[in-house]
C-alpha cells in the first residue's frame, strides 16, 4: 500500500517541477500571453455564474414553461462559454498574425448567441422572472460572441456588428411585450455588455501585439548588427587587398613577358612583385588585428546603449579605468559577447557591468536578471539561450574562454534567484612582461621582413 502511494506522489512532484521548469523556461512576453489567455478564458464563466445562475436561481418562477425558458438558457450559456474557450487560441493568434480568420467559429458563437438570446425572450413572455433579473441576464448573453469577434474584426466592423445585435435584441424583446424604460434598458445593457468585452479583449491583444513587435524588432536589431561588422571587415579587406592584387597581377604579367624574352628585367619586376605580397601579408595582418582588438571603453558604452535602447536598464561602473591592450581586447569581447546574447536571448529587466582593479588582476562582472532556472551544480543557467544572457553549453563561453587563456584569464558563470553572473578575472602583465612581449613582436615582424628580402635576393641570385 505505501509503495504505489509514495509512486503517486513522487510522480505528482515530479509533474510539479516539470511545469515550474516549463514556466520559468518561458519568455516575459510568454508568461504574459498565458496569463492574459488564462484570464480570457476565464471571463465568461464567470459571467455566467453571476449575471446568469444567481440571478435565474434568486428571481425563476417555478413553473415549468419559466422553468424550461431559464434551464435552457442556462444550457445554452454554458455551450457559449465551453465554445468561447476552445476557439479563444485561433482567435488570439488570427489577431496576432499567426492564423487565418476563424469564420465558422464566429459562426457558430453567433448561432449560440441568437439561441441563448431566443430563450431570454422566451422568459420574457412568459414573464417568468423579474425584469431587473432579466437585464442582468441579457447583459451575459453577447458576451463569448462579442469577446471572439474582438479579436477577429476591426473596431468599425466590430461596432456595426454589435450595433446590429442590440437592435435585433430590442426588437425580439418588445415582440415579447417589453416596453418603454425595459427596452431602452435591454438596449443599453448590450451596449455596455460590447464595450465591456472589446476593452477586456481588444486592449490585452494589442498589448501582446505591441510585445511581440518589439521583440522581433529586438531580434532584428542583433542580426543587423552582425551584418554590418559583416560587411564592414568584407570592405576593409577589399581596400586593402584589391588594389594591391590588382598591382601584383600586372607585374606578374609583365615579369612573364620579360622573361620570354629573355631580359633580366623580369627578375626585378617579381622582386616587386614579392614585396607588394609582403606588405599586403602585413596590412591583412592589421586589419585581422584591428578587428580583434576592441576598445573596452566604446565596447561598454555600447553595450549601455543598445541594452537601454532594448528597454533593459544597464549601469556599467569602472569605464574610467585603464588597461593594457591584450587585456582590453579581451575584456572588450566578454562585454560585447554578455550584451549580444542578453540582448538576443535574454528575458532580462537590468543588466549590471562592473569593472575593476586590485591586486594586478582586472576583474569584470556582467550580471543579468531573467534566468529560468539552475542547472545542478550551479554552473549556469539551464536551457541555453533563453533568459540566461549567455549560452551556458552553447559557443559562447567556450570561445570567451579561449580568448582569455591567451591573456592567463579565466571565466566563471554562475546562476540563482533569477539572477545570471558572469565574472571575469584576467591578471595584469608587469612592466617588464610589458616590454619583453613588446620586442618579441618587433623581432618576430623584422624576421619576417628580413626572411622575405632574403629570399627575394636569392630568387634574384
Not at 595584469?428 to 628580402?453: D, I
Amino acid at each position: 500500500m505505501g509503495t504505489p502511494a509514495l509512486r503517486e506522489a513522487t510522480d505528482v512532484v515530479g509533474r510539479m517541477r516539470a511545469w515550474q521548469r516549463s514556466w520559468h523556461g518561458r519568455s516575459k512576453i510568454e508568461k504574459v500571453e498565458f496569463q492574459s489567455t488564462v484570464t480570457w478564458h476565464l471571463m465568461p464563466w464567470v459571467f455566467l455564474l453571476s449575471w446568469v445562475s444567481v440571478p435565474l436561481g434568486l428571481g425563476l418562477r417555478h413553473d415549468l414553461a419559466p422553468q424550461l425558458f431559464g434551464w435552457g438558457l442556462m444550457v445554452s450559456g454554458a455551450a457559449q462559454c465551453l465554445h468561447a474557450s476552445r476557439s479563444l487560441r485561433r482567435s488570439v493568434d488570427h489577431y496576432l498574425r499567426r492564423a487565418p480568420l476563424p469564420r465558422r467559429d464566429l459562426v457558430v458563437a453567433g448561432v449560440l448567441m441568437t439561441t441563448t438570446m431566443g430563450l431570454a425572450v422566451g422568459l420574457q413572455a412568459v414573464d417568468g422572472v423579474p425584469s431587473e433579473m432579466l437585464g442582468i441576464t441579457a447583459l451575459f448573453v453577447p458576451m463569448p460572441f462579442a469577446q471572439s469577434l474582438a479579436f477577429s474584426a476591426t473596431i468599425r466592423g466590430y461596432a456595426t456588428r454589435m450595433a446590429l445585435v442590440a437592435a435585433v435584441s430590442v426588437g425580439a424583446f418588445a415582440a415579447a411585450g417589453a416596453r418603454g424604460g425595459q427596452l431602452v434598458a435591454i438596449g443599453v445593457i448590450i451596449a455596455f455588455a460590447g464595450f465591456l468585452a472589446l476593452i477586456s479583449a481588444r486592449c490585452g491583444a494589442w498589448t501582446l501585439s505591441v510585445m511581440w513587435e518589439a521583440d522581433r524588432a529586438r531580434e532584428v536589431e542583433a542580426r543587423l548588427a552582425v551584418a554590418e561588422e559583416r560587411l564592414r571587415f568584407g570592405r576593409d579587406l577589399h581596400d586593402v587587398m584589391g588594389r594591391n592584387l590588382a598591382v601584383i597581377a600586372l607585374k606578374s604579367e609583365l615579369a612573364v613577358q620579360l622573361a620570354r624574352r629573355g631580359r633580366p628585367e623580369a627578375v626585378d619586376q617579381m622582386v616587386e612583385v614579392q614585396r607588394i605580397a609582403q606588405e599586403s601579408q602585413r596590412e591583412v595582418r592589421e586589419v585581422v588585428r584591428g578587428y580583434r582588438e576592441v576598445d573596452l571603453k566604446v565596447e561598454l558604452t555600447g553595450a549601455q546603449g543598445v541594452l537601454e535602447a532594448a528597454g533593459i536598464k544597464c549601469r556599467v561602473s569602472g569605464s574610467e579605468v585603464t588597461l593594457p591592450a591584450s587585456v582590453q581586447s579581451a575584456l572588450g569581447w566578454v562585454v560585447r559577447e554578455a550584451a549580444t546574447n542578453v540582448l538576443r536571448h535574454g528575458d532580462a529587466g537590468r543588466c549590471d557591468i562592473a569593472l575593476a582593479v586590485s591586486e594586478g588582476r582586472a576583474t569584470l562582472s556582467v550580471e543579468n536578471d531573467g534566468v529560468p532556472e539552475v542547472v545542478p551544480g550551479g554552473r549556469g543557467p539551464g536551457p541555453a539561450g533563453r533568459g540566461s544572457g549567455l549560452a551556458g553549453r552553447g559557443s559562447g563561453l567556450a570561445g570567451l574562454r579561449e580568448r582569455l587563456a591567451a591573456v592567463g584569464g579565466t571565466l566563471d558563470s554562475t546562476s540563482g534567484d533569477g539572477v545570471f553572473r558572469l565574472a571575469v578575472q584576467v591578471p595584469l602583465p608587469t612592466p617588464s612582461e610589458r616590454t619583453g612581449a613588446r620586442e618579441r613582436a618587433e623581432q618576430k615582424h623584422g624576421s619576417g621582413e628580413s626572411e622575405g628580402s632574403g629570399l627575394g635576393r636569392r630568387e634574384a641570385a
